[in-house]
């Protein structure tokens, strides 16, 4: 009946209403974008339209190795070592001065370090950098010590970094004097504490930086291999024609900028969509030139089929059906008589696509394909945040009790050391099952990483994988999360807050349910039937803390 569809709808919330889209197939939004407003849709072509498999890193890995060996003359026996591809995950920092890897939360804490593949200890991290911190400011002015890696390439650098300190390192090493058969490796505390015959960290960083870049030219091996067998690095996905066709058809520009060469762009589009993938953008852009394109006035120059650009004006436009190099965005914009804010663009370098366009106020999508992974861990482990919150609450409840003693407790009670070292097992548990190492990209424990809150602050949406836009009509309404989190993370938080709330929930039913039975069999006495209001009244709240702490203090009023 129409009135019982009524209910249903008022009883629906937002989350009910999109349960039929799998949580790793949805568009997240730190920001509200009105998709029906954006006009045309941007896509970055490596890691965007073109994702790349586990191969592809092993390639890079193993490629920087050669140029390192060619041109830095680095011993040639570094090719034997192997590539760990579950070690580095994207969002650490690179401290370049002592050779650590930081995981930093977004307060700039430090949670945890390597040195090579050792784990440095919590004393180590305290002399190394004081209070366990790295200041906001050096963080946020883009140091040249501290190196944010928070591209897809991060995971090959970060690799190789870690096994050539090892390497290096394991040669330096002293034969202990206790033990002949073993040897006792150098730790650094500071700069200062490296002699000048010692391993350089910032040097290697630097030669292993540019031995990187030196694979990925147009006429390097890396793109050459990649374009001989583009079936063995590059995912391809059904969805993505679909998805452009469909982004087409509903009136929107679809165009395509990407650093990339000519010759290697159309390899990869056409292994993607092809012979004819010029169908599928209103407008290509190779050699781009990102960020630079975004705030720079380099003008635009066709390309000619031969891969040759043409020596002649372009005019006030471009061409459908034609390819174009280098360019700017004010130009572009100007071409296509939009506003900036008309435009989302689509890019997986947080840093090099998206932020760099926040101070023109370009919408932004971010690729991030580590948040499909992420979220079915977090599925399969739900059971150990529910504990997690369990004793949070039990922490609580101890130090309050305590805080009431304070004068007479001088030290840490002994109850409160075993529940913060629960916690601590716990927590270190949660991190081993998204990365043994490291945990998760985008949080800590209780905070988001510095990676996390760059995501949030410098993207207005967010995704795993750019076609999960097929599963949005081009109307949609993209709304951000009501608190300060990133909405992937919110069944998380959930979670820990309404284990906390339901815990707190039932003690206040507890206490309510023994003054019930104290005032005696006289059910239908004003005390008796007051008291049984409030326990009916806490018993029917669903898990909210402002509801729980308002009947505690309206019944202590009572009492």
């Known amino acids: 009946s129409n009135n019982s569809f009524g209910q249903l709808k008022s009883e629906k919330s937002v989350h009910d209403l999109v349960s039929y889209r799998e949580t790793i197939e949805r568009v997240f939004a730190n920001k509200n974008v009105n998709f029906g407003s954006i006009q045309a849709i941007g896509f970055d072509m490596d890691y965007t339209i073109a994702p790349y498999n586990r191969e592809y890193e092993i390639l890079q890995f193993k490629l920087t190795i050669d140029n390192l060996i060619s041109l830095f003359k680095y011993p040639e026996d570094i090719r034997n070592l192997e590539y760990d591809p579950d070690f580095a995950v994207k969002g650490l920092f690179l401290d370049t001065e002592l050779g650590n890897l930081l995981k930093i939360d977004q307060f700039g804490r430090i949670h945890i370090g390597f040195h090579g593949h050792q784990e440095l200890t919590e004393d180590q991290i305290d002399i190394c950098y004081p209070n366990k911190t790295v200041p906001i400011s050096i963080l946020e002015s883009e140091s040249e010590r501290y190196y944010l890696q928070s591209n897809a390439f991060a995971a090959p650098l970060l690799t190789l970094y870690t096994v050539l300190i090892d390497y290096f390192e394991e040669k330096q090493a002293l034969k202990d004097p206790l033990n002949p058969q073993s040897k006792i490796r150098l730790q650094y505390m500071s700069i200062d504490q490296i002699s000048p015959h010692q391993l350089n960290y910032e040097s290697l960083f630097h030669d292993i930086s540019a031995a990187l870049v030196r694979i990925h030219g147009p006429k390097d091996k890396l793109k050459q291999l990649t374009q001989q067998d583009p079936s063995k690095y590059v995912i391809k996905s059904e969805k993505l024609p679909k998805m452009l066709k469909n982004l ?312």
């Not at 150990?384 to 101890?398: A, C, N, P, V």
């Not at 993370?489 to 309510?512: F, P």
């Not at 006289?522 to 029917?540: A, G, I, R, V």
């Open 248 to 559: 087409q058809k509903s009136g929107k520009i679809t165009f395509l900028l990407t650093n990339s060469g000519f010759e290697y762009t159309n390899s990869v589009l056409t292994f993607l969509l092809g012979k004819d993938y010029k169908e599928y953008f209103d407008y290509i852009i190779v050699d781009a030139g990102k960020p630079t394109f975004f705030t720079g006035e380099n003008t635009f120059r066709e390309v000619l089929e031969n891969g040759q650009l043409s020596f002649t004006s372009i005019g006030k436009n471009l061409c459908r059906n034609k390819i174009y190099a280098h360019g700017n965005q004010k130009e572009f914009c100007k071409i296509l008589q939009l506003r900036t804010k008309d435009i989302l663009y689509c890019g997986d370098h947080i840093v090099g696509d998206t932020g760099a366009t926040k101070t023109e106020l370009m919408r932004t999508l971010y690729i991030v394909p580590e948040i499909k992974q992420e979220i079915l861990i977090q599925n399969e482990i739900g059971e150990m945040y529910h504990q997690l919150g369990k004793l949070e609450t039990q922490r609580h409840s101890i130090e309050e009790k305590y805080c009431k003693q304070q004068r007479e407790v001088l030290e840490k009670p002994k109850e409160l050391q075993q529940i913060h070292h629960q916690i601590n097992l716990l927590s270190k548990e949660i991190d081993c099952k998204f990365n043994c190492h490291f945990g998760s990209i985008f949080c800590t424990t209780w905070f988001k990483t510095w990676l996390g809150q760059y995501v949030e602050l410098n993207s207005d949406l967010y995704t795993g994988e750019l076609t999960n836009l097929v599963n949005y009509p081009p109307y949609y309404k993209f709304q951000q999360a009501n608190d300060c989190n990133l909405t992937h993370l919110e069944n998380i938080y959930d979670i820990i807050h309404h284990t906390k709330t339901d815990i707190q929930i039932k003690s206040v039913a507890m206490a309510l349910d023994d003054d019930v039975k104290q005032v005696g069999e006289d059910h239908k006495s004003p005390n008796s039937m007051k008291l049984q209001h409030y326990l009916k009244k806490t018993n029917q709240i669903l898990t909210n803390q402002d509801e729980v702490s308002n009947v505690e203090t309206e019944y202590d009023k009572f009492k």
